[in-house]
């Protein structure tokens, strides 16, 4: 035990250690706030700089950029209405709106201090109760992977604004988009055309950029001569009595996170759109309307998002199994330095588990104190006339979407959905449902046909195991719920429930 013991305290007094940890934490917030500069693409180039170094030294710069670039991009989100990370969409649906208030500086304070907390819970899960989450998330079949994917589906409702039917439009639109290219279980084209350009599909961070930067920026044309609105960077830091009114939605959008997070391939940017839409059918009297600025839908997903960074290392060091993009290039640096991932990680390096637990905790308070530093200098940006703010904003998309696979095509492909987004939006459609289903289409997909291939194609086995097994059987409940909530009878029903109360 002590020598357990000794093992945990001794990278925390190591100066060296922690000065890695907060130069990755401080550069993953920068990384994570530019559009297209994930953070699994820093962790991949690190990987080729730090094979040599010693495996803490290498973790710790690793572990830092991870942290700080899932919370770095709700920056640009609430000040851009761009978000610098797929995980950071959400964010941005009542960010933006916040900034166009007046409020960006107490919107990046608020999302910062949920940010932290939902870091420390997922790290306080991690710590105690891995094996047991990692069990439950073995027990997740192909067809609960379907459940929970057309169960992001129907956040569409969540997202559609005045018009439901359009939501779904937009929603089949992003499904037909992320269909694009090879089959990943025949290898056959679809929907390429022919073209071998299409095969490798298209990034959904591209179309993301596109779709929130570029059309941003072109609509922002129409309000050049608008009068610039003030920020109110007076108070940064929130109140207590702010913190305390959030923590109970932080706490249970944390553990959403957690969940959703250890789930082999799925990550924060799910897990912040479950979270989003929890908020919004559980809190009955937000700040402000949902997408009009309300904190509550800035508190969810941020909460959820960092949260599933904790969740994300749990299926990773317990099973050998990526939560998520991020670790599963983390596992192969750790391969690279001789260490196994897996059921055995804990009987032969017992110390990695703990010193993985103890990293995080540290860059989860370096995010918080760099998160707080700076926040005024950021919300000037919502300041600067627009005829430098555009260009600045097609800069930072056109970079960002060249820097995915260093590729000019996806330049053009960015071009063309902003234009694309632009028009959407003139004609009332929301484009949040578009990137809903470009991110779920293909899990969907794949889970779909690997659930009717594990029944011989058939339907009637298929529809049993839904009713037979108590996890389908809880989703399947949980989306039937949701496809009533969202009918004009329930509405109907709720409003004179209301009236019956009220009277």
């Known amino acids: 035990m002590s020598t357990d013991l000794s093992y945990f305290l001794m990278p925390w007094l190591d100066p060296s250690l ?18 297209g500069l994930s953070v699994t693409m820093a962790v991949s ?24 670039g899932v919370y770095g991009g709700s920056r640009t989100a609430i000040l851009l209405n761009i978000p610098g990370a797929p995980s950071a969409i959400a964010t941005s649906f ?54 929970l994917a057309v169960m992001g589906l129907l956040l569409v409702g969540s997202m559609s ?5 359009k939501g779904l439009f937009s929603g089949a639109l992003g499904i037909t988009i992320g269909m694009v290219g090879m089959d990943p279980l025949t290898a056959e084209g679809r929907f390429t055309f022919d073209s071998v350009t299409l095969l490798g599909g298209i990034p959904y961070v591209v179309v993301m950029i596109g779709m929130f930067g570029i059309s941003e920026a072109i609509s922002q044309l129409h309000h050049l001569k608008d009068v610039v609105i003030r920020q109110d960077v007076s108070k940064i830091l929130p109140s207590w009595s702010t913190v305390v009114k959030y923590i109970p939605l932080s706490i249970r959008t944390s553990f959403i996170g957690v969940i959703i997070g250890a789930l082999p391939g799925t990550g924060g940017d799910i897990a912040a759109l479950f979270a989003y839409d929890h908020a919004k059918r559980s809190v009955k009297k937000p700040s402000r309307p949902f997408g009009q600025g309300a904190y509550e839908g800035l508190v969810a997903p941020e909460a959820a998002n960092n ?7 749990i299926p990773m060091l317990t099973l050998g199994i990526p939560g998520d993009a991020v670790t ?12 196994k991932p897996g059921p055995m990680l804990m009987i032969e390096t017992p110390h990695l588990f703990w010193f993985s637990v103890g990293n995080l905790t540290l860059a989860n308070i370096f995010m918080l104190i760099f998160g707080l530093m700076g926040i005024r ?44 987004g632009y028009l959407l939006k003139m004609y009332g459609f929301q484009i949040g449902p578009v990137i809903l289903g470009v991110i779920l289409g293909p899990l969907m997909d794949v889970s779909y046909r690997r659930a009717m291939m594990s029944v011989n194609n058939t339907p009637d ?20 719920f949701m496809l009533i909530g969202q009918t004009p009878l329930w509405t109907k029903l709720k409003a004179g429930l209301a009236k019956a109360k009220a009277a």
Do not use: C, Q
């Open 94 to 147: 009542d960010g933006f709106p916040l900034a166009k208030l007046g409020e960006a500086g107490k919107a990046i304070g608020v999302t910062t201090v949920v940010s932290f907390i939902g870091g420390m819970v997922g790290i306080v899960v991690l710590a105690l109760a891995a094996p047991m989450v990692a069990d439950f998330a073995l027990m997740f079949a192909p067809r609960d992977y379907l459940l």
């Open 377 to 420: 200098l950021f919300a000037k940006i919502v300041e600067i006339p627009k005829g430098v703010l555009i260009p600045l904003i097609v800069l930072l998309s056109v970079v960002g979407a060249y820097a995915i696979n260093n590729n000019v095509v996806d330049i053009y492909w960015m071009l063309g959905f902003g234009i694309f």
């Open 161 to 165: 604004g005045e018009s439901l039917a």
């Open 461 to 480: 086995a298929f529809f049993m195991d839904l009713l037979s097994n108590p996890i389908s059987l809880v989703l399947t409940l949980a989306i039937l």
């Open 45 to 68: 180039i690190l990987i080729s700089f730090t094979f040599s170094w010693e495996v803490n030294d290498a973790l710790a710069l690793m572990v830092g950029v991870y942290m700080g």
């Open 328 to 339: 599963a290039v983390m596992i192969g640096a750790l391969y690279i330095h001789g260490l």
């Open 307 to 313: 949260a599933a960074v904790g969740g994300a290392y």
């Open 18 to 35: 922690m000065m890695l940890t907060a130069l990755g934490t401080f550069a993953g917030i920068y990384i994570g706030a530019i559009p």
